[in-house]
């Protein structure tokens, strides 16, 4: 298949990367809907390089401001299930609402067609801890030993919206268990390559995290040790880059080329992040053979208007 690469953006800005293999800090841009063309076609060679990207100090963003910059991005989506939508289209995650993303994951895998990136904004930060965690997903395939790559090229996984969140859970707690019930509210399920093209770059990419519930042929505890292998991969610490949130703080995912962690050690302090979630298209294998919706059998549209 041929990549289909972004235009090569006629301007220059300035990337430092904050980690060897992931992660690039953005310097001396301000976010916002009035963003040169060229400016953003160079941040998205830049996201397609480093897969994920920070900007410190955005804080003229404000709500409205921050779902302009995303319409600019692309197309904004809302969530299928989750409760909390601030404005027309941000998703809000607040510690003390059941809002702790403290386990591996890309979002909405259980989506046929899950987001494309994500633009999350740091709205307030504990005094201490509260970093984000990602790891590359393309790095963990290409550095994957020989006799695995082989496996993991043939294999396709179902992933839900109804997975054991409780796993991850120290301590019962009220609120996540109100959130989770309204999370499941309607099960979705979908069938993707476990290896996908990355459509813009044509890199491989690695589809697991915490949605991820069965491999097509194999039953569930087979499933589970597997997993347990690919996903050490995606996982080891070479392969991460870790943010220290300073509120104002802003960080676009490539949701196809990334998973991320939300480091819950902050105890009951006040933690509150805001997303623009971006539509995403459907993952292609390396077969060319698409990803598909298992459940529910119609999708509503869930593009922000
Ligand atoms: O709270 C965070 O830092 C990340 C939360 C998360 O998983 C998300 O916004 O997709
Ligand atoms: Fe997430």
Known sequence: M???????????????????RIGGEVQGV????????AIVAALKQALNRHKVLFFRDQHHLDDAAHQAFGRRWGQPTIHPTAPAQVGDFLLELDSRH??????????????????????????????????????????AYERLPDPLRVLADTLRAVHSNDYDYAANQ??????????????????????????????????????????FKQFVGLGTSESRRLYEVFQAHIMRLENTVRWRWREGDVAIWDNRATQHYAIDDYGDA?????????????TI????????????????DLRAV
């Open 270 to 282: 006040k933690r509150v992040v805001r997303r623009v979630t971006i539509e995403g298209d459907a």
């Open 170 to 211: 120290t301590e019962p707690d009220e609120g996540t268990d109100r959130y989770q019930a309204e999370f499941i509210s309607t099960v979705y399920e979908a069938e993707h390559p476990l290896v996908r093209v990355h459509p813009e770059t044509g890199e491989r990419a690695l589809v697991l995290g915490a949605f």
């Open 285 to 300: 294998g390396i077969d060319g053979r698409s990803g598909r919706q298992i459940r529910p059998e119609k999708l509503p």
């Open 98 to 139: 059941g809002g702790k993303a403290n386990v591996w994951h890309t979002d909405l895998t259980f989506m046929a067609s899950y987001p494309s990136a994500s633009i999350l904004r740091a709205v307030t930060i504990p005094p201490a801890g509260g970093d984000t965690v990602w790891a590359n997903t393309v790095e």
């Open 2 to 20: 041929q990549p289909i690469t972004n235009p090569v953006p006629d301007i220059a800005i300035d990337v430092v990367p904050v980690s060897g």
């Open 30 to 37: 301000r976010l916002g809907a009035d963003l040169d063309e």
